[in-house]
């Protein structure tokens, strides 16, 4: 049986800067899931996944991507810049269309953290021979048609247990990103995603998939439980192969 394994954010390379046509260009925090691996084993060929972080002030200029992107904001906040000018907070899930011109900048006290996710083998800024970006001007797609979509992580309906084989289960509070229709529509099929909250001592029973999975902790910290048991922190990215026992639990004092 293949183990869970645990890799945090900060075990992953960093790239703060790259060159892209000619020119140095800030991005903040890039590390891209790929770099390590055993993430580079389990993740599907055709998605890409890096955790992202802009510093309060610090701007990504305005670019354009010829692929769709996700951007997870799961701390503080920010705004986008481009196409669409919108702040965005910690829950929100944004939904960047291809050709939207889109760029941010962190707010707040400490900006923001993010997961950045793309459907396809290249991450955006994982190379400079191919940095799936462009600062171009481009050929005009009307505006309305490529607006940066935000769903917000409250406007998801909560699922709290679960029933298997007659027996009710907790699940402390999952909200399905698929309940949304833009982001159904947007993610392929192979792929699904939720929020899922553990607060007040809940606990989540160890249980199995037929599924490869990936639990990100993106707030608190807990304890993972199943044959073996131990602390899982903020950044934690939990490899979960298919077939492998893996529950959660937390303490009155923490959540995640
Ligand atoms: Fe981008
Ligand atoms: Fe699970």
């Known amino acids: 049986m293949e183990q869970v394994e645990v890799i945090n954010r900060v075990d992953l390379d960093c790239l703060t800067e790259i060159t892209l046509e000619g020119q140095n260009t800030y991005l903040g925090e890039v590390r891209n899931f790929k770099t390590n691996q055993a993430l580079e084993k389990r993740i599907p060929e055709d998605i890409s996944i890096s955790w992202s972080a802009l510093p309060a002030g610090g701007v990504l200029k305005e670019h354009y991507h010829p692929c769709a992107s ?27 269309p291809k050709w939207n011109l889109h760029g941010f900048e962190g707010k707040g006290e400490n900006g923001f953290k993010a997961l950045s996710i793309q459907f396809q083998s290249t991450a955006i800024f994982e190379s400079e021979e191919k940095p799936e970006t462009t600062y171009f001007d481009r050929e005009s797609i009307p505006l309305e048609e490529r607006q940066l979509r935000i769903i917000a992580r409250d406007e998801l309906p909560s699922i709290h247990e679960a029933i298997v084989n007659g027996q009710k289960h907790c699940l402390g509070t999952l909200k399905n990103f698929s309940s ?3 982001l159904a529509e947007a993610f392929p099929k192979n792929f699904s995603c939720s929020w899922v909250r553990l607060e007040n001592g809940q606990t989540l029973s160890p249980h199995t998939h037929e599924e490869d999975s990936m639990i990100i902790l993106t707030e608190g910290e807990g304890l993972f439980k199943t044959d073996r048991k131990f602390k899982l922190e903020h950044g934690d990215i939990v490899v979960v192969p298919k077939g492998a026992s893996h529950g959660f639990s937390t303490e009155e004092e923490t959540s995640f």
Do not use: P
Not at 70 to 82: D, H, K
């Open 70 to 96: 996700f951007l997870i904001i799961t701390e503080g906040e920010g705004r986008s810049l481009g196409d669409t000018v919108v702040d965005v907070k910690a829950g929100d899930v944004v939904y960047i």
């Open 180 to 182: 949304n229709n833009i």
